[in-house]
């Protein structure tokens, strides 16, 4: 009797639902801007309409949400902005781009020092919302996983890629859930190091509508170990006398940002480097994949896994930014040359880290020392650790059987 109440309440909630919510409202953001890059992708490059377009389809959504705003929302974005602004300006410093190291790890720092230093006003709150901006990127996402990667990748490629993402994925969360580590955790981190990084943890905190203070530990700690992971693999790979194409899979496959796979394929040759790219490049495909199979069993399983839920309750439940993230996807596919959907991805990739930015800014402005440094912290760490161990012996297992012939 209980269990139809509580289905019933679903039902009704899902019935009475409208557009009007932030899944909705950052998906028709992200369309906005995207279709901006499509119709004018020379004023997308310039700074001052970039900011211009995001902060009025930012402060609109905000009014359309039903908030009322006396005037702190642009003042609070536009300090927002500046600070993530900012932590583009830091990565764009020689020694620290040599390092690998993200925007999006100095905006969390940046947001972190100013939270518990100074404090964050209340009048500033009205913008500090990182869900809102990350849903917004995650469509803008979408238009760079193009499926002309896929035949870039080639067979073999694509055959490393899902051998060790399911294997990698599957292994950390069995190893996280084994040590303690909640589901939800759990999820953000086998995707981190299955996949893609930065952006796999991105995708997944927004398709189980995880919390943003445990993404953003993800997100430091993926950028923070691939940065030696950068410059220990390419020696081990140099003293196993690995060939370049051996060494460029094993680091595509293992090292979790671009940045630092292009930099640690570099060490080896240009060979190697190549190889490197392709085979992340192929990961970076099956993450939409990924984003939408955990979309579905997150919105499935809910808050209680004894209830069954009907067809309108997990349309509920779902996260509407997946669709925006795969409509963009095949449309930046299939809708243009390959050239030309190339050409404009890289556009929206301006777009779509600035918004990344703005989200982590605000995760560290709502984040507070005492929520980093908690005791399970240091589970979560060496859980992370041992996946990465497991995903780096596995990937050169595969890579030297699949490309020890090139």
Do not use: H
């Not at 193009?146 to 969360?173: D, H, R, T």
């Not at 630092?260 to 939409?288: D, P, R």
């Amino acid at each position: 009797m209980a269990k139809n109440i509580y289905l019933y309440l679903w039902q009704r909630k899902s019935k009475t639902s409208s557009l009007k919510n932030e899944d909705w409202t950052a998906t028709l953001i992200g369309g906005v801007i995207l279709l901006f890059v499509v119709l004018m992708p020379g004023y997308m490059k310039n700074p001052a309409v970039l900011f211009a377009l995001i902060a009025v389809l930012s402060y609109l959504g905000y009014l359309f949400l039903g908030n009322r705003d006396k005037g702190q929302f642009i003042l609070s974005f536009v300090i927002i902005y500046a600070l993530a602004l900012l932590a583009d300006a830091i990565t764009d410093v020689a020694f620290v781009k040599k390092m690998g190291l993200e925007s999006v790890f100095f905006s969390v720092l940046i947001g972190l020092i100013i939270r518990n230093t100074a404090g964050l006003p209340r009048w500033m709150e009205t913008a500090v919302r990182s869900e809102y901006y990350i849903k917004a990127g995650l469509v803008i996402l979408g238009s760079s996983i193009l499926f002309g990667e896929i035949m870039k990748a080639g067979s073999v490629g694509m055959i490393q890629a899902v051998i060790v993402v399911l294997s990698v994925w599957y292994f950390s969360f069995w190893i996280s859930r084994k040590m303690g580590v909640d589901s939800e955790m759990s999820m953000m981190l086998s995707s981190s190091v299955s996949i893609c990084g930065v952006s796999a943890a991105i995708a997944t905190c927004g398709a189980i509508k995880g919390d943003p203070k445990k993404l953003s530990f993800i997100v430091s700690l993926v950028l923070i170990v691939a940065i030696p992971m950068m410059y220990i693999l390419p020696f081990f790979a140099k003293w196993m006398g690995l060939s370049e194409q051996v060494a460029g899979a094993w680091l595509g496959g293992t090292i979790d940002t671009t940045a630092a796979v292009v930099a640690s394929g570099k060490f080896i040759g240009e060979t190697a480097e190549q190889y490197s790219v392709i085979i992340k490049s192929a990961q970076n495909v099956l993450l939409g994949v990924a984003a939408f199979a955990i979309s579905i069993y997150w919105s499935y399983k809910g808050t209680n896994s004894d209830i069954r839920p009907s067809g309108s309750v997990l349309w509920e439940r779902f996260p509407k930014f997946v669709l925006g993230f795969l409509v963009a996807s095949l449309i930046f596919s299939f809708a243009f040359e390959p050239a030309t959907g190339k050409s404009l991805s890289k556009v929206a990739q301006e777009s779509r880290g600035l918004l990344f930015s703005l989200a982590f800014v605000c995760i560290g402005l709502e984040t507070s020392f005492r929520d980093i440094f908690k005791k399970e912290n240091s589970t979560y760490i060496w859980s992370f650790l041992i996946a990465q161990g497991f995903n780096i012996v596995l990937t050169l297992i595969v890579a030297w059987f699949l490309f020890r012939s090139f």
